[in-house]
């Protein structure tokens, strides 16, 4: 079937059902909402069979919803309207929620059901629950929506004034800033992560701090430290540490409020968006290897369970920064002194990584070393984790991967996604080459030509077609909040083969054939010889696009590459 995907961004969302819808054998094409661009015209080019729109913030026109069946992902149960639907689930502290799969209509969010499917609500961020239970919930319903509307057969429900099959409509208004705002004299730690994980990682949470106005994003309780309800008590990891009425809260990132002619702003570690506002604060900095059972917050951990070590971090939006990555490799280098068989890397939900932080690099005083430093601290993690011939290294992909940091899961000798995952093991769209020694993981993986093919499309896989291409060594059919148990089972199996001992011995012996002939130096040199061409010359297309990203300014059109050619 000719499906169009209408969206206002290629988002995570946007990406997984693409992506999900093609392994199904359906043509997909996308196109987005865009302010100065027709989408009835749009719509009208590509002559759709369906159109699904997975995350869309605008209304669709009627010319559209009339000529066409739209059918509209809204993030809420049955009866739920309203554009701040997950923010409201999370800050009244519902523990179920839903997605349900609506057809377009005049009103928004009272077309009629094709499709509602429930979900948890686990105490974690926004937009980790968007990307995890909310996604799967979501795909599951647009699967049999789109499966019923090929049928010919099935008839929608309508949505009346009482609700549908009990469900009593609510419709809820924006969740602003006066709703969100934290009392630090009266809110409880509780309440305050609460607010500060319903408006993660948009809007976030508007505050004064240090004689400037910010908005705080991300949240997490601090189990031990207590200090005056609002004062900033220490730092970590470029996170600050505040005391709320009964105890204190770590902020991992600020963003400074936006000023009227000024540009648009964006994302931070606390620390370095405060800058010289910051006072002199003690750094409560953690050991090299965190004990994953203390309460405390911390960006890395590690845990030792049947022979198998876990080194676990979880980095805001998957993007690693300079000193993120030296950070993680030396705790890499440390979990390889323990006694183990097998270590794996990567985080217990969300994001895997995304590669280097491109906000940090643009709000560094020279981009282009900041750039050359940050994919040099990358390649070394990366280095690490190739030539790491005493144990067997898992990358267990919990949540999407990108560029390098798909990269980074495929120097592991295995590669264990959750099914809901979406990895784009591409660079061209950021304007790069690519480093992180891509140019003999990937090849080495799935062949040459294949390799060339997904840096050339720059589409995202799923997690079925990273297994079919050979990105992937195991797909685990959970939901995200039980990967982690999943793969301590998975792990701690693997470490008590008897066959892991002589897969170790074989993996040192062909580490040391390949470097005989082929040495992993050399794809390095090349790669980022490459790199600093693009990273010293001010006009290539990385800056521009870069800032783009950055400053999440909307394209003029929609990517050619989203368009698939028409069938001859």
């Known amino acids: 079937m000719q499906i169009l995907l209408v969206a206002s961004a290629f988002n995570s969302l946007t990406q997984r059902v693409h992506a999900e819808l093609r392994d199904r054998g359906h043509k997909v094409a996308v196109e987005l909402a865009l302010p100065d661009r027709s989408l009835t015209e749009a719509v009208r080019r590509h002559a759709p069979q369906l159109v699904v729109a997975p995350m869309l913030r605008t209304a669709v026109p009627e010319e559209v919803w009339s000529a066409h069946t739209c059918l509209i992902v809204h993030p809420g149960p049955l009866g739920d309207r309203g554009p701040s639907s997950l923010d409201w689930a999370i800050h009244e502290g519902a523990e179920r929620w839903g997605v349900t799969v609506l057809q377009a209509a005049a009103e928004m969010d009272a077309g009629d059901v094709w499709a509602s499917v429930p979900c948890r609500?686990?105490?974690?961020?926004?937009?980790d629950l968007y990307r995890g239970e909310v996604a799967d919930a979501a795909l599951t319903a647009v699967l049999l929506a789109v499966e019923r509307f090929a049928g010919g057969t099935h008839v929608p429900a309508a949505q009346d004034e009482a609700g549908l099959a009990g469900a009593p409509v609510r419709v809820r208004p924006y969740l602003d800033q006066s709703v969100r705002r934290i009392d630090w004299a009266a809110d409880t730690t509780e309440t305050v992560v609460r607010k500060l994980r319903a408006a993660d990682s948009q809007p976030g949470v508007l505050d004064l701090l240090l004689g400037g106005e910010w908005y705080l994003h991300g949240g997490h309780p601090e189990s031990t430290l207590r200090g005056r309800p609002g004062e900033l008590l220490t730092t970590r990891a470029g996170a600050i540490?505040?005391?709320t009425a009964d105890g204190a809260v770590w902020i991992p990132e600020l963003r400074p409020r936006r000023l009227p002619g000024m540009p648009p702003t964006f994302k931070l570690p606390a620390v370095r968006a405060l800058g010289d506002r910051l006072p002199p604060l003690p750094e409560h900095?953690?050991?090299?290897?965190?004990?994953?059972r203390e309460r405390t917050w911390t960006d890395i951990r590690y845990r030792e369970d049947g022979g198998a070590g876990f080194l676990t971090f979880a980095f805001p939006g998957g993007a690693m920064s300079t000193e993120q990555c030296r950070r993680l490799l030396h705790a890499y280098r440390e979990a390889c002194t323990r006694p183990t068989s097998v270590l794996v890397l990567g985080g217990e939900r969300d994001f895997f990584s995304n590669g280097i932080h491109l906000g940090v690099i643009e709000a560094a005083a020279d981009p282009a070393a900041e750039s050359w430093a940050n994919i040099n601290a990358i390649d070394d993690l990366v280095e690490a984790v190739l030539t790491t011939t005493d144990r067997l290294v898992v990358a267990a992909v919990a949540g999407n991967a990108a560029a390098g940091g798909a990269m980074l899961a495929l120097a592991a000798d295995e590669v264990w996604?959750?099914?809901?995952?979406?990895?784009?093991?591409?660079?061209?769209?950021m304007g790069l080459y690519g480093s992180e020694y891509w140019t003999y993981t990937l090849p080495r993986r799935v062949g040459p030509a294949p390799a060339e093919r997904l840096m050339r499309e720059a589409l995202p896989v799923s997690a079925a077609s990273a297994l079919r291409l050979g990105l992937a060594d195991r797909v685990i059919d959970c939901g995200p909040g039980d990967f982690a148990r999943e793969t301590r089972t998975l792990a701690a199996r693997l470490a008590a083969l008897p066959a892991t001992a002589s897969r170790i011995a074989a993996k040192k012996a062909?580490?040391?054939?390949?470097?005989?002939t082929t040495p992993l130096a050399g794809f390095r040199e090349r790669e980022l010889a490459l790199m600093r061409r693009t990273f010293?010359?001010?006009?290539?297309?990385?800056?521009?696009?870069?800032?783009?990203?950055?400053?999440?300014?909307?394209?003029?059109?929609?990517?050619?590459?989203?368009v698939p050619p028409p069938v001859a």
């Open 121 to 127: 609500v686990p105490p974690v961020a926004k937009s």
């Open 241 to 243: 540490c505040r005391a």
């Open 285 to 292: 900095a953690p050991p090299v290897l965190p004990d994953a």
């Open 417 to 429: 996604c959750r099914h809901g995952t979406v990895l784009n093991p591409h660079y061209r769209l």
């Open 510 to 516: 062909e580490l040391d054939r390949r470097e005989a």
């Open 536 to 562: 010293d010359d001010p006009d290539a297309p990385y800056h521009a696009l870069r800032r783009a990203f950055v400053h999440k300014r909307r394209p003029p059109c929609t990517p050619p590459h989203l």
